[in-house]
């Protein structure tokens, strides 16, 4: 896969409001218990690409609204995913030693310490996502995890198992399409935007949650954990669920490639700028990272 960077560029501008946002929103590490909060911090401003969020953001631009309204829901939703990156890279989970190119939580803070952190991070997210007085946001971003935890449980369980393409789609939909999806809502929500463009963004994160996916499960096969950040081969090493293990390579690519096709068909009705969700929707199916 080739990184098409045109467009992508604009994005680092979005994710450092967002990192120094977070900044602000969790709690510093002089405040007792310091250890926790050091692991929260670690685990949220860990380098990252900020998809979630930035997709949060987007579709409030998108929606003819300035970002700033959803800035904070942006933040929540990425302390959300990164609490689900602790819990998944867990010895009882993936057992995985490597994240975003750093030790994974447990490794730099040992596993109790990395399950609270998990947790506060979660609670803080429901807080912030609270403060936004946006009920129906608050409810789309509680579905996405529960819908998150189906999905991985799901996934645990069939490691090592024959599994048929059914389950197999529910379980990336769920896992990592749930929160990309709800990210695409909520922003569009938090822009007062109609109905059927809150429809529209949630149809176009489900599909680029979906393709995003595939294209993780291409990388753990083919990738360089120098560039990924991320170990290689772990999937096969697991028996787990996955499209290049069920259907190829090649016929994996194909479905992230139509997939993506699919999210971008969905922007033609937003009366805002889109540019960065063409390239994200782009970005998705040809990254390196």
């Known amino acids: 896969m080739t990184v098409v960077y045109a467009g992508v560029e604009k994005w680092r501008k979005i994710s450092d409001r967002i990192d120094a946002r977070m ?12 250890a926790l909060h050091a692991a929260m911090r670690y685990a949220a401003l860990s ?13 409030a631009t998108a929606c003819g609204a300035d970002d700033k309204v959803a800035l904070d829901a942006a933040c929540a ?4 995913h990164a609490f689900s990156l602790i819990h998944d890279d867990l010895p009882a989970i993936d057992n995985d030693d490597l994240r975003r190119g750093r ?26 996502m609270l403060s936004t007085g946006n009920v129906e946001a608050c409810k789309i ?7 998150l935890v189906q999905g991985e449980m799901l996934d645990v369980l069939s490691e090592g198992q024959e599994i048929n393409p059914e389950t197999l789609r529910f379980i990336h939909v769920n896992k990592t399409g749930a929160l990309i999806a709800a990210s695409c809502a909520i ?12 429809a529209k963004a949630t149809e176009y994160g489900e599909a680029i949650g979906l393709a995003f996916q595939i294209a993780d499960d291409v990388l753990n096969v083919e990738g360089d954990p120098s560039q990924t950040g991320k170990s290689v081969g772990s999937d096969a090493e697991r028996k787990k669920a996955t499209y290049p293990a069920l259907y190829g390579l090649a016929d994996a690519k194909a479905k992230a490639l139509e997939l993506a ?6 922007l033609t009705v937003f009366p805002g700028d889109v540019e960065p969700l063409r390239a994200l929707a782009r970005f998705s199916i040809e990254r390196l990272h």
């Open 23 to 34: 900044s602000e929103l969790l709690p510093p590490e002089s405040e007792v218990p310091g």
């Open 47 to 59: 380098p990252g690409k900020r998809v979630r969020p930035m997709l949060c953001l987007a579709f």
């Open 77 to 80: 939703i990425e302390m959300v």
């Open 103 to 128: 030790p994974t939580c447990h490794k730099q803070f040992t596993e109790a310490i990395a399950i609270l952190a998990g947790d506060a991070l979660f609670a803080l997210s429901g807080e912030i």
């Open 141 to 147: 971003l509680a579905a996405a995890v529960r819908r």
């Open 187 to 198: 922003g569009a929500l938090l822009a007062d935007a109609p109905p059927e463009l809150v």
């Open 261 to 266: 096709a699919e999210a971008e068909d969905c």
